[in-house]
T-cell receptor
Framework: NAGVTQTPKFQVLKTGQSMTLQCAQDMNHEYMSWYRQDPGMGLRLIHYSVGAGITDQGEVPNGYNVSRSTTEDFPLRLLSAAPSQTSVYFC?????????????FGSGTRLTVV | EDQVTQSPEALRLQEGESSSLNCSYTVSGLRGLFWYRQDPGKGPEFLFTLYSAGEEKEKERLKATLTKKESFLHITAPKPEDSATYLCAVQASGGKLQFGAGTQVVVTP
């Protein structure tokens, strides 16, 4: 049981490049979310999904796209990277969003845009 | 607008010196309040979920409590391995989690 797996762990991009951050979970969780974490600002929600085929925007969605074609996978796409997107990105999943087990987080992707 | 404020930003404790962290919130229709622990370079690790005022949860040296406006995380007789950043998050009726900025706790021997 791997939990939430994020790849890659580290990435350096040049301004304007695009890339996809991968997130996969093997717990049959319906809810999946992407957060970014910046010093002093806590975790901010980018996009989230309450099930396959359903996605919605969070607090800071601009510059990012998501899709949810399967229950297991929830990739995050950076369309045209900007230095302001330098951050640590976390994917999280939950059975139903309010279960007593909370959300399970991945180990993060540290992204630097130069 | 939903808001979560954690205090203090940082806390330095001697081993065995008990203390409390505060999480104050304003949210419409609270579905749950979550506490997480985060170690450097790692993802947040789930600790507790609280659903209603008056509820308490305990795990080893940690105890979380909830009122209508705030939650406390009490650390009793902390050890150096309790050093971490503790995050509070609330979930409103819309389903999204809103996080506070966290409290960084350092416990020295």
């Amino acid at each position: 049981n791997a939990g939430v797996t994020q790849t890659p762990k580290f990435q350096v991009l040049k301004t304007g490049q695009s890339m996809t951050l991968q997130c996969a979970q093997d717990m049959n969780h319906e809810y999946m979310s992407w957060y970014r974490q910046d010093p002093g600002m806590g975790l901010r929600l980018i996009h989230y999904s309450v099930g396959a085929g359903i996605t919605d925007q969070g607090e800071v969605p601009n510059g990012y796209n998501v899709s949810r074609s399967t229950t297991e996978d929830f990739p995050l796409r950076l369309l045209s990277a900007a230095p302001s997107q330098t951050s640590v990105y976390f994917c999280a999943s939950s059975y139903d969003g309010v279960s007593s087990d909370g959300y399970t987080f991945g180990s993060g992707t540290r992204l630097t845009v130069v | 607008e939903d808001q979560v404020t954690q205090s203090p930003e940082a806390l330095r404790l001697q081993e065995g010196e008990s203390s409390s962290l505060n999480c104050s919130y304003t949210v419409s229709g609270l579905r749950g309040l979550f506490w997480y622990r985060q170690d450097p370079g790692k993802g947040p690790e789930f600790l507790f979920t609280l659903y209603s005022a008056g509820e308490e949860k305990e795990k080893e040296r940690l105890k979380a409590t909830l009122t209508k406006k705030e939650s406390f995380l009490h650390i009793t007789a902390p050890k150096p391995e309790d050093s971490a950043t503790y995050l509070c998050a609330v979930q409103a009726s819309g389903g999204k989690l809103q996080f506070g900025a966290g409290t960084q706790v350092v416990v020295t021997p």
